[in-house]
């Protein structure tokens, strides 16, 4: 399975999504920072599974059609940080899609995040994180996951490695920077939490029209992944 996570700089970068799906032939793309007025139904061979409605920055999942079939799509709103109070950014900062893998019949949740920004504390990004791991639960227990998107976490991403590996996460960087803009704020800003797949790779693509790099997740599923039998029936 390959998905693409791109932070689109206020939309800024939505021109390079058409060639980004082909060029890696990837299987999901997920958005952050989108004009969700603005989004076609189809990108190449992906579908849009749905948008947050009332972000100014919003979120968006896409899917191969022919690899899934999606059951259900939910959006979350998070613990709010003053930047989202003062400026109203983003009221969703959460969009998951539950999908079955047409080849497999693996059941598993992809989603989309996008954490507070820097001017908010790291302790009320981890909050928003396991938030957000939560609510994905909530979708059907037991399911895999996948969360990718804009995590605006640079720093000290050991001890948040620490933290996600004791509740049952692995988190994984991208192997090179996605932010690299200001001389201060560089790191890995983008990257990925799962839950029951093995990250395979997390590659950083060229530069954009974005400050941020998008990044190219392979993943596999884990050795005791439930297909879709195994797991909660999905929603009609």
Do not use: W
């Given at each position: 399975?390959?998905?693409i996570s791109y932070?689109?700089?206020k939309?800024?970068?939505?021109?390079?999504?058409?060639?980004?799906?082909?060029?890696f032939?990837?299987?999901a793309?997920?958005?952050q920072e989108?004009?969700?007025?603005?989004?076609?139904d189809?990108?190449?061979d992906l579908h849009?599974?749905?948008?947050?409605?009332?972000?100014?920055?919003?979120?968006?999942i896409?899917y191969?059609?022919?690899?899934?079939r999606?059951?259900?799509?939910?959006?979350?709103?998070?613990?709010?940080?003053l930047?989202?109070r003062?400026l109203?950014?983003?009221h969703?900062r959460?969009?998951?899609?539950?999908?079955?893998d047409n080849?497999t019949?693996?059941?598993?949740?992809i989603?989309?995040?996008h954490?507070?920004?820097?001017?908010a504390?790291?302790?009320?990004r981890?909050?928003?994180?396991?938030?957000?791991h939560a609510?994905?639960?909530?979708?059907?227990?037991?399911?895999m996951?996948?969360?990718?998107g804009?995590?605006?976490?640079?720093?000290f991403?050991k001890?948040l490695t620490?933290?996600?590996?004791?509740?049952?996460?692995d988190l994984t960087?991208?192997?090179?920077?996605?932010y690299?803009?200001?001389?201060?704020?560089?790191g890995?800003?983008?990257?990925?939490?799962?839950q029951?797949?093995?990250?395979?790779?997390?590659?950083?693509?060229?530069?954009?029209?974005?400050?941020?790099?998008?990044?190219?997740?392979?993943a596999?599923y884990?050795?005791?992944?439930?297909?879709?039998?195994?797991?909660?029936?999905?929603?009609a």
């Amino acid at each position: 399975m390959r998905v693409i996570s791109y932070n689109l700089r206020k939309h800024h970068a939505s021109g390079e999504l058409v060639d980004l799906a082909r060029d890696f032939e990837i299987d999901a793309l997920c958005l952050q920072e989108c004009d969700t007025n603005d989004l076609p139904d189809t990108i190449g061979d992906l579908h849009l599974a749905d948008a947050t409605k009332g972000n100014r920055l919003g979120l968006a999942i896409y899917y191969r059609m022919d690899r899934f079939r999606a059951f259900e799509t939910k959006t979350f709103a998070l613990k709010k940080s003053l930047h989202d109070r003062v400026l109203s950014p983003a009221h969703e900062r959460l969009i998951g899609t539950r999908v079955i893998d047409n080849e497999t019949d693996h059941d598993l949740v992809i989603a989309s995040f996008h954490a507070a920004p820097l001017t908010a504390s790291n302790s009320l990004r981890r909050n928003q994180i396991h938030a957000a791991h939560a609510e994905l639960m909530s979708m059907g227990g037991g399911l895999m996951s996948l969360m990718v998107g804009d995590f605006n976490y640079p720093f000290f991403t050991k001890n948040l490695t620490a933290q996600m590996k004791d509740a049952g996460y692995d988190l994984t960087l991208s192997d090179r920077r996605t932010y690299t803009r200001y001389k201060v704020f560089k790191g890995h800003f983008d990257f990925a939490t799962s839950q029951g797949l093995n990250i395979e790779s997390v590659e950083t693509l060229p530069r954009g029209a974005s400050d941020h790099l998008p990044i190219l997740i392979s993943a596999e599923y884990g050795q005791d992944a439930p297909a879709a039998d195994d797991a909660e029936s999905p929603a009609a």
